[in-house]
């Protein structure tokens, strides 16, 4: 399948619609889940067009990860997690729900389970906060 502009995040990164972004630069946004399965779910989203790791250009793969890793090692700052899940879903059966490669950075607390995958909406002012808080540690 080929990749479709008209995607939620490929309409954040043409500014069509808002986010509680963190960090941003010429190849990649990174950004707060407003649905996020903890507190502090981040996704960095590189701007290359493409649908999933399927399609993905192996230098934006390769560009994109040494950012993974900062934002991994900012958000387990800003948060004081025990530890950070990674996670990218490549087509619907395997979890994906919006067709632009992006990497969930998911901050995981001792004793504390993992919420579903796409649950509630986070409140505004708690994203805005933690968007603050870890760009201010990138
Ligand atoms: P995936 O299932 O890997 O395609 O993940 C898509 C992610 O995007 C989910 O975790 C959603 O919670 C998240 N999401 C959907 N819409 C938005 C939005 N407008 N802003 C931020 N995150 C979103």
């Known amino acids: 399948m080929s990749y479709d502009p008209s995607n939620i995040f490929g309409k954040i990164l043409r500014n069509e619609l808002p986010c509680h972004k963190v960090y941003e630069d010429e190849s990649a946004l990174v950004m707060m889940d407003i649905f996020p399965q903890s507190r502090g779910h981040v996704l960095v ?5 493409s649908r999933n790791l399927f399609d ?3 230098a934006v793969l390769a ?3 040494p950012l993974v890793q900062r934002v991994a090692i900012a958000a387990k700052a800003a948060t004081g997690a025990d530890g950070v ?3 990218q879903f490549n087509e619907t059966p395997a979890g994906q729900t919006v067709f632009h490669l ?3 950075v998911i901050p995981m ?3 504390v389970d993992l919420g579903s995958h796409g649950g509630g909406k986070a409140d505004d002012g708690e994203l805005a906060e933690l968007a603050q808080e870890i760009a201010a540690r990138l």
């Open 45 to 49: 989203i590189p701007k290359a067009a």
């Open 56 to 58: 993905a250009d192996p």
């Open 63 to 65: 560009e994109v990860m």
């Open 85 to 87: 899940r990674l996670a």
């Open 102 to 104: 992006h990497f969930h």
């Open 109 to 111: 607390y001792e004793g």
